[in-house]
């Protein structure tokens, strides 16, 4: 059974940076796909990155020159890096891996931005 530990989140000022990791445990295989949705209160769940094994990411628009999402040297680790932080950023931030025709979910960090 695949599970998803975030770590990372937590209050921090407007312009402020926190980094947020993910470790996956479970499974002997290498996840081609990791990435990072968040939930805001009131709103659905959204894309904010995602990085392959091969080291192709996407991001969402919001975050495009904000965020870094990157592979960690141990099997199965994602991080992600949050720079110029806005309050619109508060969310809960979930780790997710596709992996045997399942999708993956962490239970989530919270990250607050005050302004």
């Known amino acids: 059974q695949v599970q998803l530990v975030e770590s990372g989140g937590g209050l921090v000022q407007a312009g402020g940076s926190l980094r947020l990791s993910c470790a996956a445990s479970?499974?002997?295989?290498?996840?081609?796909?990791m990435g990072w949705y968040r939930q805001a209160p009131g709103k659905q769940r959204e894309l904010v990155a995602t990085?392959?094994?091969?080291?192709?990411?996407n991001y969402a628009d919001s975050v495009k020159g904000r965020f870094t999402i990157s592979r960690g040297n141990a099997k199965n680790t994602v991080y992600l890096q949050m720079n110029s932080l806005k309050p619109e950023d508060t969310a809960v931030y979930y780790c997710?891996?596709?992996?045997?025709?399942?999708?993956?979910w962490g239970k989530g960090t919270l990250v607050t931005v005050s302004s």
């Open positions: 990085t392959t094994s091969g080291g192709s990411t």
């Open positions: 997710n891996v596709p992996f045997g025709g399942m999708e993956y």
């Open positions: 479970g499974t002997i295989f290498r996840f081609g796909t």
